[in-house]
C-alpha cells in the first residue's frame, strides 16, 4: 500500500519540496546581504547561483511520480481540452466514425450468425455427408438415399462415428380444432446423439421408442412448443395425431435446434423397405471420425456407389467423383453471395469515413502548426507530438463506439426486416453479440490507425516557416497533395459504391418489369396437400379436387379456378426430356404443369397451334400434352410439334418411368410462360391432364374482386368438404411475389443503395470540409487576387475549377475499381449487365454534381470575401 500513501501524500511532499528551496534561497539570500549586498542584488546572486527554481522543483517531483502514466494521463486531459474547444469538429468526426463502424458492425452480426456460426451444432465441422462431383454440371453436390442405401452406406463405411437419416415434409395435425400442416423432420433416433444437442425438456429419442408395439413418440421444436402450447412443461406426455399416427410427446428441443426447419421431430427406424412413413429417400449426415481424408472417403464411398449406379445406372453421370461434404457446405446460406458482396461494401464505406476524417483532422492539424512548434521548441520530442495526437484520435474513436453500437443495432432490426424469407439457417441466431462487440472494437482500433496516421506524422514535423511568417496557410505542398488525395480517394471508393448500388436498382426494375401472366392482385391462390392416409386411392383425391373446383367456381367474384402442381412463380416439378428416339437431354429440365381447361384463359396464354387440354382429356386423363412456343423449339426444332411425342425421364411425379406412363403426344403449343422473378434462367413448360397423376395440390382462382377478399369463403368451402384437411400458403399473387420474388432484389438495392447514400454524404461532408479549409487558409491571396481586378466570378470559378479537377481524377482512378466491384456483383444481377451503359452514364455525371455541391458554399464563401479587410486581418 505503499504507492497509495504516496499517491495521498504527493501535495505535502510538493509542499514540502517548494518550502524547502525557498529556504534555501532565504539563507543564501542572508547569507549575501550579510557581506553587503542590498536584497535585491542578494535575490538575483542566489537566484543564479541555485538555477531554473521551477525546473529544480519539476526534477525533484518526478522523484514521487509515474513518468509514463502520468504524462499519458496529460495527454489525455490536453486531448479532452482540445475537442471540446472543437466540439463542432468533434462531433462531425464522430457521427462519421459512428455510421461508418455503425455500418460495418450491422453488417459483421448478420455475416457472423449466417456465415461464421449459423448452427448450434457440436464440432459443427465433423460433420459431413458423401459428395458427389459431376464431370458434366462441374460441380459437387450431395444426395439423399432409399431407407436401402442409406443401410448399406452405414454398414460398409467406417469413417463415421455415428451416422443419421432424416427428411422433411408437410405433416397433418388433425384433432382439437381445425387441422394444422406444419412441417415434420422424419429422423432416425440417435440423431441428437450425433449432432450433439439434448432435449431442453424431457428425453432424446431412443431406438426402444422405434421398436415394434412401442408407442409412437414425438418431439417439439421450441418455437412450436412456444406458440402452440405456451411454453407449458406439461406438454410432455400429452398426444398428437400426426399424419393418422397417434405420438406421445417426450420432449422439446432447445431455442436453436431447427434441425432442417422442423417443427415436430418423428423418430423412425429405418428398414429396407422402399418407402417409410410415406418417404423413400432420406438425407444422411454422419460424425466423421478424427483424422478422416478426403482420399479415404473417397476410397469407402467408391464401391458402394458402384452397387448404387448398376441398380440405378440414369441417376448417376458418367465418371462421377466421391468425397466428403461438409455440413457447412451442405446448407449454405442462399443469402452468402450478397453478404460476401455487402462485407465489400460496408468495408469501402468504412474506408470512406476514415478517409474523410483523415482530412478533417489533418486540416485541423495544419491550423494548429503554432502549438506543435512551439511545443517542439520547449523540449517536446516527435514521438511527444505523435502520442499527442494519437490520443485525440484514440479518444474520438472511443466516443464514437457506443454511438456506432446504436447504429448498428438500428440497422441490425432494419436488415432483419428486410432479409427475403427461407435464404439463411433456420438455426442461425443474429444479434450483437460478444463476438461482434469485440469486432467492433477492432474495426474501431484499425480507424484510428488508418485516419490518425496522417495528423500524426504532420504534427510530428511542424513547419517552422509558416509559424515565423504569421501568415495563414494551407500546409505544405505534400500537405495540400495529401489533401486533394483524400478527395480523389473518397470520390473514388464511392464511385464504385454507386456503381454496385445503381446495377441493383437497374437489377430490381428489371426483375418487377418482366411480365407476369396472372394479374397479381386478382389471383388467389393455396394450397391443399390431401392427406395421404385419407386419401390413399388417386380416384378419392380427384373426387375431392372435381368437387372443389365446381364449389369454388360458383362463388360470387370467382371468375376460373384451375389446378396446378405447386405455386406460380415459386417452383415446380422438373423433368428431363427424351424426343422419338434421341438420346436424352440431361443438361436441361422442363417444368411440369398438371392443369385444367381453365388454366389458358386464366394465364392469357395466347395458343399458337393446336388445342389446349380439354374436358375430354381431362375425363379419361389422356396423355396429351401442350407445350410452350420454347419448348418447341429447343426440342423439336424444324419440325411440326403437334402430334409429335415426347418422354418424361427422371420425372418428379411419377415412380414408374415405363413407357407408357411417361410418353405424351402433343396437341397444342401456346406461348411462353416470362420467365420466373428472381430466377437468373428461363424454362420451357409442359401442361398435361391433371388426372393423369393426382399430386397437385395448388388452386389458382381468377378473381373479379380484390383476391384477399375472398379468403375466408374458399376456406370455409375446403373445411366444409373435409374439417380435417389443412389449407396452407393462401395468398393474393402479389403477396406471393412481393414475399419470394422481389423481395431478394429490394433487400440488395435497400443495402447497397443505403450504403452508398451514406458514402456520397460523407464525400460531401469530406469535400465541403476540404475546400473550407483550403478557401479560408487563403483570404489573403484571393483579398490580393479582388484587389488586381478578380471579380466574384472569377474566384467563384477558380474554386470550382479545382474541384472539377479532383473529381475528374477520382473518377479516373474509381473507373477500374467500379468495374471491379460490378464484376463481383453480376452473381446478384437480374436481368441486368455488369457493364450497364445506363447506369455508368449516370453515376459518372453525379460525382462531379457532387463535387460542385460540396463546393459551391466555400467558394460563394470566399468569393465574399472584402479585399481591404482580408489584407487588414492578414
Known amino acids: 500500500m505503499r ?277 423413400s429417400h432420406f438425407t444422411l449426415v454422419g460424425r466423421l471420425k478424427p483424422g478422416v481424408t478426403e482420399a479415404q472417403a473417397s476410397s469407402q464411398f467408391t464401391p458402394v456407389f458402384q452397387d448404387f449406379i448398376q441398380s440405378d445406372p440414369r441417376r448417376y453421370d458418367k465418371g462421377i467423383r466421391f468425397g466428403i461434404m461438409r455440413f457447412n457446405e ?97 438455426e442461425a441466431l443474429i444479434s450483437l453479440n460478444v463476438p461482434v462487440l469485440l469486432t467492433s472494437i477492432g474495426i474501431a482500433v484499425f480507424a484510428v490507425i488508418l485516419f490518425g496516421a496522417s495528423p500524426a506524422w504532420h504534427s510530428a514535423n511542424p513547419r517552422l516557416s509558416g509559424v515565423l511568417t504569421s501568415m495563414r496557410s494551407t500546409g505544405s505542398r505534400g500537405h495540400r497533395r495529401l489533401l486533394s488525395g483524400f478527395v480523389v480517394a473518397e470520390i473514388a471508393l464511392s464511385l464504385a459504391l454507386l456503381t454496385v448500388a445503381g446495377l441493383m436498382m437497374r437489377s430490381m426494375i428489371a426483375v418487377e418489369k418482366v411480365p407476369v401472366v396472372f394479374p397479381p392482385e386478382h389471383t388467389l391462390m393455396m394450397r391443399v396437400p390431401l392427406v395421404s392416409h385419407r386419401y390413399s386411392k388417386p380416384e378419392d383425391k380427384l373426387r375431392f379436387f372435381r368437387e372443389a373446383l365446381e364449389r369454388v367456381n360458383h362463388v360470387p367474384g370467382v371468375r376460373a379456378v384451375t389446378l396446378d402442381s405447386e405455386l406460380p412463380f415459386l417452383s415446380g416439378y422438373g423433368s428431363q426430356i427424351q424426343t422419338g428416339n434421341l438420346p436424352v437431354d440431361s443438361s436441361h429440365v422442363s417444368n411440369l404443369h398438371l392443369v385444367t381447361p381453365s388454366y389458358l384463359s386464366i394465364s392469357g396464354l395466347p395458343l399458337l397451334q393446336g388445342h389446349f387440354i380439354d374436358e375430354r382429356e381431362i375425363s379419361v386423363g389422356a396423355h396429351d400434352a401442350v407445350v410452350t412456343d420454347d419448348f418447341a423449339k429447343k426440342y423439336l426444332p424444324g419440325k411440326d410439334p403437334l402430334g409429335q411425342t415426347v418422354r418424361l425421364v427422371r420425372s418428379e411425379l411419377f415412380e414408374n418411368e415405363d413407357a407408357e406412363t411417361t410418353t405424351f403426344t402433343i396437341v397444342g403449343v401456346v406461348g411462353n410462360l416470362p420467365a420466373y422473378p428472381g430466377y437468373q434462367q428461363t424454362f420451357p413448360h409442359l401442361f398435361m391432364p391433371y388426372t393423369v397423376s393426382p399430386v397437385m395440390d395448388t388452386f389458382v382462382i381468377s378473381t373479379a374482386v380484390p383476391a384477399e377478399s375472398l379468403v375466408q369463403t374458399v376456406r370455409q368451402i375446403i373445411t366444409s368438404m373435409d374439417k380435417d384437411q389443412p389449407i396452407s400458403d393462401i395468398l393474393s399473387l402479389r403477396q406471393l411475389l412481393d414475399r419470394y420474388g422481389y423481395a431478394g432484389p429490394r433487400f440488395a438495392l435497400t443495402l447497397f443503395g443505403t450504403f452508398a447514400a451514406a458514402a456520397l454524404l460523407l464525400c460531401v461532408i469530406g469535400i465541403y470540409g476540404v475546400f473550407s479549409f483550403a478557401t479560408s487558409r487563403r483570404t489573403q491571396e484571393i483579398g490580393v487576387r479582388m484587389a488586381l481586378g478578380a471579380d466574384r466570378g472569377d474566384v467563384i470559378w477558380m474554386v470550382l475549377r479545382q474541384a472539377c479537377a479532383l473529381a475528374a481524377l477520382g473518377i479516373g482512378v474509381g473507373l477500374p475499381l467500379a468495374f471491379g466491384a460490378a464484376r463481383l456483383a453480376r452473381s446478384q444481377l437480374f436481368y441486368t449487365s455488369q457493364y450497364d451503359p445506363i447506369t455508368f452514364a449516370l453515376v459518372l455525371c453525379t460525382l462531379p454534381l457532387l463535387a460542385v455541391a460540396g463546393t459551391w458554399i466555400p467558394a460563394r464563401r470566399a468569393a465574399a470575401v472584402d479585399p481591404m479587410v482580408a489584407l487588414r486581418t492578414e
Open 330 to 426: 451442405m446448407f449454405q446460406s442462399g443469402l452468402a453471395g450478397t453478404l460476401y458482396l455487402l462485407l465489400g461494401a460496408v468495408f469501402v464505406l468504412l474506408l470512406i469515413a476514415c478517409v474523410n476524417v483523415s482530412s478533417l483532422l489533418l486540416a485541423r492539424a495544419v491550423k494548429r502548426e503554432h502549438e506543435f512548434v512551439l511545443r517542439a521548441a520547449i523540449g517536446a520530442s516527435r514521438l511527444r507530438l505523435v502520442r499527442q495526437v494519437m490520443v485525440e484520435s484514440l479518444l474520438l474513436a472511443l466516443f464514437s463506439v457506443p454511438v456506432a453500437l446504436l447504429f448498428a443495432y438500428g440497422g441490425l432490426q432494419a436488415m432483419l426486416r428486410l432479409v427475403p424469407p427461407d435464404t439463411i439457417p433456420d
Open 3 to 279: 504507492w497509495l500513501r504516496q499517491l495521498f501524500s504527493r501535495r505535502r511532499r510538493y509542499d514540502d519540496l517548494s518550502f524547502s528551496v525557498q529556504e534555501h534561497l532565504e539563507e543564501k539570500v542572508d547569507e549575501l546581504m550579510e557581506d553587503g549586498m542590498s536584497r535585491k542584488d542578494a535575490e538575483h546572486a542566489a537566484r543564479k547561483q541555485f538555477g531554473n527554481v521551477l525546473l529544480t522543483e519539476q526534477r525533484g517531483r518526478e522523484a514521487w511520480q509515474w513518468q509514463t502514466v502520468e504524462s499519458l494521463w496529460a495527454d489525455v486531459a490536453f486531448a479532452l481540452r482540445q475537442l471540446w474547444k472543437s466540439r463542432g469538429v468533434t462531433a462531425i468526426v464522430v457521427l462519421t466514425l459512428a455510421l461508418g463502424v455503425g455500418a460495418a458492425t450491422a453488417v459483421f452480426s448478420v455475416a457472423y450468425g449466417v456465415l461464421v456460426d449459423p448452427f448450434p451444432y457440436k464440432d459443427v465441422h465433423t460433420l459431413a455427408t458423401p459428395k458427389l462431383c459431376s464431370p458434366r454440371l462441374g460441380r459437387c453436390y450431395w444426395d439423399s438415399y432409399t431407407p436401402s442405401q442409406f443401410l448399406e452406406l452405414e454398414q460398409k463405411t467406417s469413417i463415421f462415428s455415428g451416422v443419421t437419416a432424416s427428411t422433411v415434409g408437410s405433416v397433418t395435425l388433425t384433432g382439437a380444432g381445425e387441422a394444422q400442416q406444419i412441417r415434420g423432420n422424419y429422423l432416425t433416433t440417435n440423431t441428437f446423439d450425433v449432432l450433439g444437442v439434448q432435449p431442453m425438456l424431457g428425453r432424446a429419442s431412443t431406438q426402444q421408442d422405434v421398436s415394434p408395439g412401442h408407442e409412437e413418440v414425438a418431439i417439439l421444436s421450441n418455437r412450436y412448443w412456444k406458440s402452440h402450447f405456451g411454453a407449458s412443461e406439461s406438454v410432455l406426455g400429452q398426444v398428437i395425431n400426426v399424419d393418422g399416427h397417434a405420438r406421445t410427446i417426450i420432449g422439446v428441443m432447445p431455442q436453436r435446434f431447427l434441425w432442417r426447419g422442423a417443427d415436430v421431430y418423428l423418430p423412425v427406424a429405418i428398414i429396407p423397405q422402399p418407402m417409410i412413413a410415406g418417404h
